[in-house]
């Protein structure tokens, strides 16, 4: 089935110490997204990727990286984690064609731990 | 400064009754609106949506009723049953602009 993954389900990383979380999807969609999700909170969007085309938030902080080395792939790179960054991380594609209402396909998450 | 907001994080309903969630939104520049649904330990997933120049869309069990004058959305499921149990999210887009933004969530459980 087509679908969107994410790996690791469950990523624990050390204070400080660099972490990448990848997204892979084989729906073929143009866009792909970075959500952070913590507990009780809306998803909010880091950034996205509209095929190499890499579109930052404003408010996303230097911390944060992307990277899309193809249609298929994107990975996150938090250089620096902190307590802060403790959330749930969601990856989502969408066809990028008309209006966004066709929706996203979103992938399981990464819920990233930092000790 | 959020732009969707859920007030309610929980609703809980009986079997078989109207669940009825809520959303309010800010920017009038939103012109698409969707719900999602999510299952613990699952990604959301696409559940209905609805365009600006309507104000009614049914798929089903579920209805969502768009009021853009109180800039308030609705979601509806009739009959409830026990799999509606999840968190619901409400989310908004201005067209062309390729992304969403979201609600809180609210928790949905259905009591048998």
């Known amino acids: 089935d087509a679908m969107v993954i994410q790996n690791p389900r469950y990523q624990v990383t050390q204070f400080g110490k660099p972490v990448t979380l990848s997204c892979s999807q084989t729906?073929?969609?143009?866009?792909m997204y970075w959500y952070q999700q913590k507990s009780s909170q809306a998803p909010k969007l880091l950034f996205h990727?509209?095929?190499?085309?890499?579109?930052n938030e404003a408010d996303t902080p230097d911390n944060f990286q992307s990277r899309r080395p193809n249609t298929s792939f994107c990975f996150l790179d938090i250089r620096s984690p902190g307590l802060g960054d403790a959330a749930m991380y969601l990856c989502?594609?969408?066809?990028?064609?008309?209006?966004?209402?066709?929706?996203?396909?979103f992938g399981s998450g990464t819920r990233l731990t930092v000790v | 400064d959020q732009q969707v907001k859920q007030n309610s994080p929980s609703l809980s309903v009986q079997e078989g009754r109207i669940s009825i969630l809520n959303c309010d939104y800010t920017?009038?520049?939103?012109?698409?609106f969707l719900w999602y649904k999510k299952y613990p330990a699952e990604g959301p997933t696409f559940l209905i949506s609805?365009?600006?120049?309507?104000d009614k869309n049914e798929d089903g069990r579920f209805t969502v009723f768009l009021n853009k004058s109180a800039k308030h959305l609705s979601l509806h499921i009739v009959p409830s049953q026990p799999g509606d149990s999840a968190v619901y999210f409400c989310?908004?887009?201005?067209?062309?602009?390729?992304?969403?933004?979201f609600g809180q969530g609210t928790r949905l459980t259905i009591n048998p």
């Open positions: 990727y509209y095929d190499k085309d890499f579109n």
């Open positions: 920017n009038s520049m939103f012109d698409y």
């Open positions: 989310a908004a887009s201005v067209e062309g602009a390729q992304k969403l933004v």
């Open positions: 609805i365009s600006s120049i309507k």
């Open positions: 729906l073929n969609h143009n866009v």
């Open positions: 989502a594609t969408s066809r990028g064609q008309g209006a966004v209402g066709y929706g996203y396909t």
